[in-house]
């Protein structure tokens, strides 16, 4: 499961920028949240690398596109991270 310290190195933010870690961690936490709302187990162990990856690329963009935006400006979720969580979703028919 990614931790803080490697979602700071994935936005490559510097060691002395710790003041971000509040909003990192919300990030970090919202994403986790997400994929785990959508059907994905998220206490596998190991977990597969494929979600890690997911999970890393949610929080960046969520990091990347925080305050306040009009809908119809408001950045899209890029399609890569549901192709990385599409195996690992549960599907009931």
Request: proline share 9%; charged share 20%; aromatic share 6%.
């Amino acid at each position: 499961m990614i931790t803080l310290a490697q979602l700071r190195a994935h936005c490559r933010l510097m060691p002395d920028e710790i003041h971000f870690d509040g909003e990192l961690q919300i990030a970090l936490d919202a994403a986790k949240d997400h994929i785990a709302s959508i059907g994905v187990d998220m206490s596998a162990d190991p977990f597969p690398p494929a979600l890690d990856q997911a999970v890393l690329m949610l929080a960046t963009h969520l990091w990347d596109n925080k305050g306040d935006l009009p809908f119809s400006k408001a950045p899209y979720l890029p399609n890569a991270i549901d192709r990385l969580i599409a195996p690992y979703r549960s599907v009931s028919l």
